[in-house]
């Protein structure tokens, strides 16, 4: 098993930043794809950002590109998304996932992990 917690979340401006920061223990010793989702009020849950096993590659939302960065330690066992400009549109429960699929999973039926979530709100 594979646990993730996820911190960092909370309360900004506009404009604002914020970085998030999730934490991987249990079956470390396996690499996994990374995620980032974030469900909205009445939404679908959707990928953020992705990044491989070994971080040399990264998939972002079309809606983030630009102003989110993705990042991962796999010598501390953490992933971490930097939030730049933030919107208010960017208001959701932010997820933590890991993946066993080799390749570039971006479905949510793709992923076997998942933190509790952490509330990200974006004031205008």
């Known amino acids: 098993q594979v646990q993730l917690v996820e911190s960092g979340g909370g309360l900004v401006q506009a404009g604002g930043s914020l970085r998030l920061s999730c934490a991987v223990s249990?079956?470390?010793?396996?690499?996994?794809?990374m995620a980032w989702f974030r469900q909205a009020p009445g939404k679908e849950r959707e990928i953020v950002a992705a990044i491989s096993r070994v971080g040399g590659m990264t998939h972002y939302a079309d809606s983030v590109k630009g102003r989110f960065t993705i990042s991962r330690d796999n010598t501390k066992n953490a992933m971490y998304l930097q939030m730049n400009s933030l919107m208010p549109d960017d208001t959701a429960v932010y997820y933590c996932?890991?993946?066993?699929?080799?390749?570039?999973?971006?479905?949510?039926?793709?992923?076997?992990?998942w933190g509790q979530g952490i509330q990200v709100t974006v004031s205008s």
């Open positions: 249990g079956r470390t010793r396996s690499t996994y794809v």
């Open positions: 996932a890991a993946s066993l699929i080799l390749g570039a999973p971006v479905k949510r039926g793709e992923y076997d992990y």
